[in-house]
């Protein structure tokens, strides 16, 4: 019993648990970063889509659609402009709080009428 190792697989098995825990919480924190970026993606396709609907409207009510639709989908709605039938929106969605402080995730798209026999539809 003097081989002074009393304990040694107590210590590691901790530093193993410690390790699963921190590199469970990156995953987490790597999934949730993902999750909020898709939402803001989609979020700014579909509001500018939603505004492209209202463009024959003008500005404010194209905008107030896209608005409308951030605002369903949990997003804030940054910026949105009508350039001719196209509508430009920006939008900003917030990340759960355990990753917030790396910042909201932001996304902008356009979408507009067909033209010339090509689809001006969604860009990014």
Not at 31 to 53: C, P, Q
């Amino acid at each position: 019993m003097g081989s002074g190792d009393e304990g040694f697989a107590t210590v590691w098995a901790a530093g193993v648990i410690a390790m699963m825990l921190v590199l469970g919480g990156l995953v987490a924190g790597v999934g949730a970063a993902l999750v909020t970026r898709h939402r803001a993606e989609a979020a700014a396709d579909l509001a500018a889509l939603s505004g492209a609907t209202h463009a024959v409207s003008g500005e404010d009510a194209a905008c107030a659609r896209a608005r409308w639709v951030a605002d369903r989908m949990g997003v804030d709605l940054v910026g949105c402009r009508l350039s001719g039938w196209d509508v430009s929106v920006h939008v900003a969605a917030r990340p759960p709080s355990f990753v917030e402080a790396f910042g909201p995730a932001e996304s902008a798209a356009r979408a507009g009428p067909v033209g010339n026999g090509q689809t001006v539809g969604l860009a990014r």
